[in-house]
């Protein structure tokens, strides 16, 4: 178990809107006149007012296993920061190309976003070098980029003479306690 699925308002009992649940339990499945219903309980996720626990009667065949491949679901799962689709280090590989197309037109507010992720990590990964952490949040963002005064510059400089700046910009963005 384990799986996040996904059911639309009509095909579960009861809520508004599209259910998304993270499935502890696979219960009995009941046969109704309209096809076959499921009780699942799981962690419903999405909700305003934060994940909650609960059990759910679903039809079967509206129940949809959330795509790997969906956008929303290649989210860092916390404390861990694994993706929650792919189980690689987050950001993954597809995470990373998809934050390079959707801020294709504004990668200093890319920079910015991974920054402030580095910051969660930094907190939740306390034994994880803090060099290591920039270059997975912010050192694959590569050569290309313009600009200055943005976090993702420090990792770029290959001068010697340099290194000791990024350093000490490097570690600004990892506070240790
Ligand atoms: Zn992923």
Redesign the pocket.
Known sequence: MGDVVEVAEQYYCYGLGTLTLRVIEVGRRERHSDGIWINLRGVELGRPAGPRQGRVLARLDAVRIRSASAPAA?VPIRPGWG?A??G?D?P?P??RRRLLREYAENRAALGIYLSLHLVDAAADLRHAPADSLYSRFLGWLGQDQDGAGRPVSAVQSPSPASSSVSKRSRTSYVPRS
Do not use: I, T
Request: some cysteine.
């Open positions: 290649h993706c689709a792919c690689q987050w993954c597809d995470r």
